[in-house]
């Protein structure tokens, strides 16, 4: 608490940055994990709640007549625009934040202070709902070609590793050693996922520590003892996800990649993904386009092409696929390997899980895959996700990547997902919001498990807001593997995650919510039917139950009209601008009828007497969005 | 019959045919006067009928002996066919150059064809105007159907019968007609129910460089306004583009002359800036480079999302000036047979729930587009692969359906028809064995004798099977206004037209069974349940009588 030097700011103005006039007036209440803005003027109470674990940025804008605007970016892509009447309001607001959303320590973290109505019994047992060896036993593993070492059970062979690893049968504790001081981080190459049909497996490692000649016999041993694993392929992959030029540029400090000459029956093969700070700073790109006011197409299109974010998305798909190919069509072993081993290698070797097995597009598979590619295998997540008051070079949107590259493969694929959109875009709040324990450390042995609670049970016990109705076990989507077109037609502007908060741009109605409620009436009118014996006598008093509120989002118009018709985001085009804004209660027609008017062409200026305000703020509306109507 | 002497070769054995996401075949290419037909001779294969209508350009490719034609279709699907043969590949490639660019209309598909099924009901009588006015005439006394332009001379391109405000004569529609482009004189286009506000379109008025006035036409829109309340003037062109238009006798409502007036310009392309796009756009669709940046500013060059933002944007302006702030609008461009007629009917989908159904959807159709004066004839004889140089080709009607794909897909329940209603239209316009979409207007349609020899597109799409075929299984009727979102972000290339050649549709088709399947099981379900019930009632009302003594 002794973060917060302004508990509550009042008469602070929330702009809605897309439709002016829907912006409002309220009460700014800062508490040691949130700052809640409550509405003043609402007959109904309105609150908005942000986490400061999931601020990444404080934007203090130029003063203008109307007060202080400060901006805070979040983690979800939420951007919220505060006007503070008061400056120095909005310096020590801007204070307090600053510091309450970067704690120095895990323990400032809110998963640590989250207590929701959960004895410590239970607590513990939330932790134990996914089980990694589970998993493997699932795989078949161990079984007479993999067996599980001990050798990383302390974290001494790599601090990075899981304690629990799986190598083949003939891997000795000395090769092992061996090879994985040959291994940036000793993450020496051991088993991620491996194909009950064909033996073939796919392993993840780090980059050799090659330099220009250097070899190491253990690592040769190792490799050559993955491939046997596979006793019906006579050679295996290696893949380098790194762009050729970068793993060239990393044998200059003695690391690099596997000289095809040292090693027997391995083909060597490079894939362009590019660095984590290429990535950041496409995303970051990205989102300004995302978060552009009234963008016209050609500043749209041109703003993600600009960015190159879905070009890189499509590069971590084709990674994917090759790998995928490999196994399924190959029958051959890949080991898969970037610099540390712990990004583009988590990506890849995921996304070719997610491509193989059918499990892994299943709600428990998808969070099994997370637990295992990325958390144990020691995905800096708290850097990543910036978690802690750290460096900003180690900010990376890799999980994100990850995340959309299943999402696109759900476009391709309707019916071949049990999860849906809201699951993806769940995963990737709480990988930010801290709220759960699960992503709070670097890698395993670092993880705090022992206060915290676990993401999984939670997305588990609420599943049935993350059920993709098309989803069929005996489609032959669901089936077998997935072959998904990467032409890059294929790929879409991800807007449900990207402009998550701008609820007008996405359909007005969704066709999964509708088909949710249909099969939930369809499992009633089962129920009926079954217990229909135990029924007669009764009056029944079944109502059709399908939820009509789906068809009536239609709501209000947007701006369409270029600075026309009165209150349209037009008029305010720059941020500045957008400060010279009339209280809500004068809104109407007239304060913005001389901006409005007369403009470049002797047009005329409308002077409505408008019905847009005679909606109640608090009916409900569905499309509070932007009209770019340049 | 003549079509013989183009066919230079009306048979070739041996030929192998390639179409995207099917099986190859080896088979017969016959030609005949309409068709390209190939087949297996082999049961349970499918044959191949190609009208020559729908090819837009051939490619020729030798290798050795063996010839290949790549066929470039008006649907934007590629065909390919290897034909034995060098002198053979030359003769069926400049056959079907000649029959699929025949000139004479009354050589074209729809004289000869003779529907396979039966007519239920005649698709030429499912649409009059004086049935529209009907309904019209149960909402409102205020507007009258003229007949001013029964033998199409004050307006060449207007239908027979058109609404106009009651108070209005037919000499003020006739000098209000020789004061608009084509003299089209403004007319009703919708009538809001809700409100009793309208929208009408016209020509644009040929004030000129020395800004000409006309009472007539002054006083014919006033009629339409309520009093002491304002109309809007929709001008789909950029005012730049307006003020060049009076050079050439055009222009725009002056405020001088129209004080009751707003005037808002939009910036909704030309006809032929609109081709250009098109091609560009399929180009992009088709390049094989696989590179995302190369996609992506390819698809940003060709501006065809641009076009659909612009289209749509201008159209929902119109609907909230009715809906929202109660006034009228007339809405125009240039001739009021393109730009005008995407607003008009767009703005129709979003303020009229009748309009999203299929048989209001064709309605819509038939009234904005075929009788409104929408030349098919000329904007659709050329699509995307032409390689002739286009003189009034324009996908005007293509960026209607897009935009309608878009609405579409932001209220995927408020619909009675799915997509494949839009694809089956742009199939269509561009070629058909049906009779509607042929010639330029109401009064070709007449002289052609269209009606008589040949067949409506709407008495094959009228029949329960094919109704059944697109009928949206979501659909549950809304009675609201519908706001679509123009945002970059909300508006979505259309797969199902431009890459729907290019990836296989078995994914998406899956996922429409499964959604059919979920409802008809629930309905399935509601029906049983619903019998017992009634069961239950019908033993509840026997066993009284008995419990009574």
Partial sequence: ?630 | MEFAELIKTPRVDGVVLHRPFMPTVEGTLCLTGHHLILSSRQDNTEELWLLHSNIDSIEKRFLGSLGTIIVKCKDLRMIQLDIPGMEECLNIGSSIEALSTLDSVSLMYPYFYRPMFEVIEDGWNSFLPEDAFKDLEAMTDEWRLSEVNRDFRVCTTYPPLVAVPRDVDDDTLRKAAGFRHGGRFPVLSYYHKKNGMVMMRSGQPLTGTNGRRCKEDERLINATLRPGKRGYVIDTRTISVAQQAKARGGGFETEANYPQWRRIHKAIERSNVLQDSLVKLVEACNDQSHSMDRWLSKLEASNWQTHVKEILTTACLAAQCIDREGASVLVHGTEGTDSTLQVTSLAQIILDPACRTIQGFQGLVEREWLQAGHPFAQRCSMSAYSNSKPRHEAPGFLLFLDCVWQVLRQFPCSFQFTEQLLVLLFEHAYASQFGTFLGNSAAERVRLSLPEKTVSLWSWVNRPQEIDHLSNPLYEPNSLVIWPSVAPQSLLLWEGVFLRWNRSPRCQEEAHEEMVHIIEYNKELQNKVNSLRRQLAQLETQEPPLQTP
């Fill in chain 1, 1 to 630: 608490m002794e973060h917060i030097r302004l508990p509550k700011a009042e008469n602070v103005r929330l702009l809605n940055r897309l439709s002016p006039r829907r912006s409002c007036v309220g009460t700014l209440y800062l508490t040691a994990t949130h700052s809640i803005y409550v509405e003043s003027e609402t007959q109904v109470r309105s609150e908005t709640w942000v986490l400061h674990s999931l601020i990444c940025r404080l934007e203090k804008q130029v003063n203008t007549s109307t007060g202080s605007p400060l901006l805070i970016h979040c983690k979800n892509f939420q951007v919220l625009h505060f006007v503070f009447p008061q400056e120095q309001d909005c310096v020590h607001i801007q204070a307090s934040l600053q510091r309450l959303s970067q704690p120095e320590q895990y323990e400032e973290l809110y998963c640590f202070s989250y207590k929701p109505n959960v004895d410590e019994a239970e607590r513990k047992e939330e932790w134990s709902f996914l089980n990694l060896k589970a998993e493997y036993r699932r795989l078949g593993i161990p079984n007479s070609l993999w067996k599980s070492s001990p050798v990383n059970q302390s974290y001494k062979v790599s601090d990075t590793y899981p304690a629990e690893l799986y190598v083949p049968e003939s891997a000795t504790q000395q090769v092992i050693v061996g090879s994985s001081k040959f291994r940036s981080r000793g993450r020496f190459p051991t088993l991620s996922y491996y194909c009950k049909d064909n033996q073939a497996a796919i392993c993840r490692s780090s980059q050799p520590l090659s330099g220009f000649s250097a070899r190491c016999l253990e690592d040769e041993q190792l490799l050559e003892a993955i491939r046997r694993s596979n006793p019906r392929s006579d050679f295996m992959y290696v893949v380098d996800t790194r762009p050729k030029l970068n793993a060239i540029a990393n044998r200059a400090a003695g690391k690099g990649y596997e000289n095809e000459d040292h090693y027997s029956n391995i083909k060597f093969q490079f894939i362009s993904i590019e660095n984590i700070h290429v990535m950041r700073s496409s995303q970051q790109k990205m989102l300004d386009v995302c978060e552009l006011r009234t963008p016209s197409m050609a500043n749209f299109l041109e703003g993600l092409e600009g960015s190159g974010w879905l070009k890189h998305i499509k590069a971590v798909l084709d990674a994917g696929v090759f790998v995928a190919k490999a196994i399924s069509e190959e029958g051959a072993s890949v080991l898969v390997h970037c610099s540390d081993g712990w990004d583009r290698t988590a990506q890849v070797c995921s996304v070719a899980c997610v491509l193989l097995e059918p499990y892994y597009r299943s709600l428990k598979g998808l969070m099994v895959l997370i637990e295992r590619e990325w958390v144990s295998f020691g995905h800096k997540f708290s850097h990543r996700c910036n978690h802690l008051d750290g460096d900003s070079k180690e900010v990376s949107p890799v999980m994100d990547q990850f995340l959309e590259c299943v999402w696109q493969l759900t476009e391709q694929f309707p019916c071949a997902f049990e999860f849906n959109e809201r699951f993806l875009i769940a995963v990737h709040h709480h990988m930010y919001a801290c709220q759960y324990g699960n992503f709070v450390g670097n890698n395993q042995r670092e993880r705090l498990r022992d206060k915290t609670h676990s993401l999984w049970k939670h997305l588990w016990d609420t599943r049935g807001d993350y059920i993709n109705p098309l989803y069929r076990t005996d489609n032959c989507q669901s089936q077998g593997v997935l072959r998904p077109s990467t032409a890059p037609y294929c790929f879409k502007f991800w807007s449900g995650l990207y402009n998550r908060f701008d609820r007008g741009m996405h359909p007005r109605q969704s066709v999964e919510d509708y088909l949710m409620a249909v099969r939930e009436e369809t499992v009633q009118l089962e129920e009926q039917l079954a217990s229909h014996k135990e029924v007669r006598g009764h009056s029944v008093t079944h109502e059709t139950i399908l939820p009509h509120h789906f068809t009536f989002l239609a709501g209000t118009p947007q701006d369409y009209s270029g600075g026309f018709i009165a209150s349209s985001p037009c008029q305010q085009r720059s941020p500045v601008d957008g400060l010279a804004f009339t209280p809500p209660q004068n809104q109407t027609s007239e304060a913005d009828l001389s901006v409005g008017s007369e403009q470049e062409s002797g047009i005329a200026d409308v002077s409505f007497n408008s019905q847009l305000s005679e909606e109640g703020p608090g009916e409900p509306d569905p499309d509070d969005a932007a009209y770019s109507a340049a």
